[in-house]
């Protein structure tokens, strides 16, 4: 009766330890069960930090995430996360700096670099259609003062001639008479000719120096772009994977539209999954986000199979 006590006293303790130090027994048990079996459980997670300065709703945020655990859960047809809206062991935050303003601010100079683009478009069509216009007046009034130029020499000629005569028969005079009035409604549209002339390449002038304007703006917008561009950095500085003492989380910092986003996101949570970058410049887990597809890579997955154990 007595060992009986002892037993039931022993297993007192015991219960007390066990619920006094449950968290840290729970957590170790897990830590020991990520180590020697990994993707046996799926890592929970919350959204923690959430600014709003990003213009996408908690909702929208969410979803992201859920379709970017998706991309890795499919590829072994196991699941590797789950969401709790409370308390997860990872937190996911959406962190804005300088390298979210920066991507706004060359949005917004890309579509001003896009912008000026149509407008110099517009105006070199218009420039176009102008120097042809301007290319068949000239050539309309060389031909016209070469005829005029020949005209009045031959009336010059035929003046001279009747002169030395003496004079012209009064048939010939009235001729000549009707050729210098000829003469003079050439010269008249010769000098109209001329006038038009001279205000199309008036016009074209002004749109030269406007397309140069477009043209020294577009030029400075795009430096702007690339300085602005350049400040980013090359490496996967998008978002982050960090342990540390108050425990795991993934912090985004910067995407240009939603799918970037989510290649942001599948990109942190292979880190969660303990997965390391590959070479591969098209996988998901290379270490720059140049990439454009949302598909695994075989690099991507045999990663994970062969983290996970899987044949």
Known sequence: MKNIWKNIFAL???GVFVFLFRTTILNDYYVLQDKYFPCSRPISY??????TSFGISKADFLSDIQQAEMIWEKSINNELFVYKIEGGDLKINLIFDNRQANTFKLKDINQTIEGDKTSYNNLKSKLDSLQKEYSAKKSIFDSKVVALEDSRKKYEDQVTYWNNQGGAPKVTYDQLNQEKKNIESAVAI???LQSDL???ATEINNLINQLNSFASSVNGQVKNYNTINNSLGQEFE???YVVDQNGKQIDIYQF???DKLIRVLVHELGHALDLEHVDNKNAVMYRLN???NLNLTVDDIN???AHCGIK
Do not use: H, M
Not at 46 to 51: E, K, L, Q, R, T
């Open 303 to 305: 990663l994970l199979k």
């Open 198 to 200: 001279n205000i199309s």
């Open 12 to 14: 007192i303790i015991f």
């Open 256 to 258: 240009e539209n939603k």
């Open 238 to 240: 998008e978002g982050s």
């Open 190 to 192: 010769v000098n109209q």
């Open 46 to 51: 919350s959204i923690g930090s959430f600014d």
């Open 290 to 292: 140049d990439g454009i």
